[in-house]
């Protein structure tokens, strides 16, 4: 079996809510769409992600990209706080990205911080107005 990479949002999303839910895993385990072994795979590929882009930073620290990929892996990890962070920088980097960070907005709602998740949806309108997922 081929490992698991994490590039699709969505997919990752499902991985992300049983890892920020435990009380999901422990209810609906044998509903789950992807299988345990399928999900630690996932879990590991993104551990090893972040770490790899953690060394890349340290090489190139003005790089968007680094901060980008190692802020998805944070988010599909449930880590919410430190993919803001990375989110964040990813913007102080390039301030053309402010508007646009849709994925911004979602983790800061999952970090629990609404204020900023609503606003970053809000801007986001201003944007992208005909984007279907955020109306």
């Known amino acids: 079996m081929t490992p698991a990479r994490p ?5 990752a999303l499902v991985a992300v809510l049983v890892t920020a839910r435990p009380s999901l895993l422990a209810e609906d385990v044998a509903k789950h769409p992807l299988s345990q072994e399928t999900r ?3 879990t590991s590929a993104w551990e090893k992600q972040v770490a790899e882009l953690t ?3 340290k090489q190139e620290p003005d790089r968007v990209g680094f901060y980008s990929r190692r802020a998805d892996a944070y988010f599909y990890l449930a880590q919410f706080d430190k993919s803001v962070a ?3 920088k990813m913007v102080e980097l390039d301030k053309n990205l402010d508007k646009s ?3 911004r907005g979602i983790a800061w709602f999952y970090a629990k911080n609404y204020k ?8 986001y309108d201003s944007f992208d107005n005909v984007d279907r997922e955020n109306g």
């Not at 590039?7 to 997919?11: M, R």
């Not at 900023?116 to 801007?123: D, G, T």
Request: charged share 20%; net charge negative.
């Open 86 to 88: 990375d989110y964040q």
């Open 101 to 103: 960070h849709w994925r």
């Open 55 to 57: 060394e890349q930073i």
């Open 7 to 11: 590039t699709q949002f969505g997919l």
């Open 116 to 123: 900023q998740a609503a606003h970053q949806f809000e801007i």
């Open 40 to 42: 630690k795979m996932m």
